[in-house]
């Protein structure tokens, strides 16, 4: 009609759309399929790699890049130990300020003042 195509029926028109639709579904699987199954080689090959990598360490007081990608999050402290980020340790001058923060049994004396006891 329009482009000197034939007339054809909507039941026709939408059985091709139908056809046409589910052929790119099937090729866009068919690449999803075929990246995935690429990706995963890739994370084989890379795991392998790894772990003749590891074999090789011969330095243990220094981290190596991989160590240092899963620590992520994670940092040292003074005394070697490994912990949050967020852990917090306190200098020897923050110590003397805060001075003895245990608990203490209400009606003590603390620093000259008296508690109070509720009850």
């Known amino acids: 009609m329009a482009k000197g195509e034939d007339a054809i029926s909507f039941d026709d028109w939408e059985k091709e759309r139908e056809?046409?639709?589910?052929?790119?579904?099937?090729?866009?699987?068919?690449?999803?399929?075929?990246?995935?199954?690429?990706?995963?080689?890739?994370?084989?090959?890379?795991?392998?790699?790894?772990?003749?990598?590891d074999d090789d360490d011969d330095d243990d007081d220094e981290l190596?890049?991989?160590?240092?990608?899963?620590?992520?999050?994670?940092?040292?402290?003074k005394d070697g130990r490994?912990?949050?980020?967020?852990?917090?340790?306190?200098?020897?001058?923050?110590?003397?300020?805060?001075?003895d923060i245990t608990p203490k049994k209400a009606g003590e004396r603390i620093r000259g003042r008296d508690t109070y006891t509720f009850g």
């Open 19 to 53: 056809e046409k639709e589910k052929k790119a579904r099937k090729e866009k699987q068919a690449k999803e399929k075929e990246k995935r199954r690429k990706e995963a080689e890739a994370r084989k090959s890379a795991k392998a790699a790894s772990k003749r990598n």
């Open 64 to 77: 190596t890049e991989q160590e240092l990608a899963s620590l992520r999050g994670y940092k040292k402290t």
């Open 82 to 99: 490994t912990t949050s980020y967020f852990t917090r340790e306190l200098s020897e001058e923050e110590k003397q300020r805060l001075g």
